[in-house]
């Protein structure tokens, strides 16, 4: 036989599905994932978590303490309940402004008509015309103070509603089921809140039932890329 022969494979003719590989590096990551930060400061009184832990939706995640939003909601209640004493004692002192003008203007009216009649001098007229402007002027100012004890309340309600707000956002909840997958602050650490700046982030909550992959393919090889 001749040594010199060359081997070759040989193999039936068929259609078949021929598979193109990209290799790319990236790394797995859940689908869902939340950042927990705090809206207001303070000093970390409760943090029942660890890291790795499973939390549930609604679950207590991290106590701010509240000392200082709860001085701030009695301060403001008492400013509301201030407001609606003074719109009390201005509702009182119409009462008595417009007693005292029904007073003033019968005593004003029978005058003008003695100084009509001649009765009376016009000294004795300018003195009752004094006294029933004061009078009418006090109506006008009892009326003023009780629009603004009005609009004092509405602003007192607001700071109560603000003060309440910033009282119960001191306790942080889970926003969703899921697990602690970084735990950045410590019990007795302060936190910055986020509600006028980028805030501390105390830990992260990842969703680990779906997880995605986040990989940079080369753009020569995603043009092979299919769904």
Not at 9 to 38: F, H, L
Not at 144 to 154: D, G
Not at 197 to 202: A, E
């Amino acid at each position: 036989g001749n040594k010199n022969h060359t081997e070759v494979t040989v193999e039936k003719s068929a259609y078949r599905s021929i598979v193109e590989t990209v290799a790319a590096s990236g790394k797995i990551q859940p689908e869902s994932e939340v950042k927990i930060q705090s809206e207001v400061s303070g000093q970390i009184v409760e943090l029942p978590v660890k890291e790795g832990d499973l939390v549930q939706k609604g679950q207590l995640l991290v106590k701010i303490n509240p000392d200082l939003y709860t001085s701030a909601y009695n301060r403001a209640e008492a400013a509301l309940n201030s407001s609606k004493s003074n719109l009390s004692s201005a509702k009182s002192r119409l009462t008595q402004a417009e007693a005292q003008f029904n007073v003033t203007n019968l005593n004003f009216q029978r005058q003008k008509k003695l100084f009509d009649d001649g009765a009376i001098s016009k000294a004795e007229l300018e003195n009752i015309t004094s006294q029933f402007e004061t009078s009418k002027a006090e109506v006008e100012a009892a009326r003023e103070s009780i629009h603004s004890a009005q609009f004092a309340i509405e602003s007192a309600m607001a700071g109560v509603s603000e003060a309440a707000d910033n009282l119960k956002r001191t306790t942080i909840l889970a926003p969703m089921t899921g697990t602690v997958t970084a735990l950045n602050k410590e019990l007795g650490e302060t936190v910055l809140g986020n509600n006028m700046m980028s805030g501390d982030v105390i830990m992260n909550i990842s969703a680990l039932t779906f997880m995605e992959v986040n990989v940079e393919v080369n753009e020569s090889d995603i043009v092979h890329v299919n769904l």
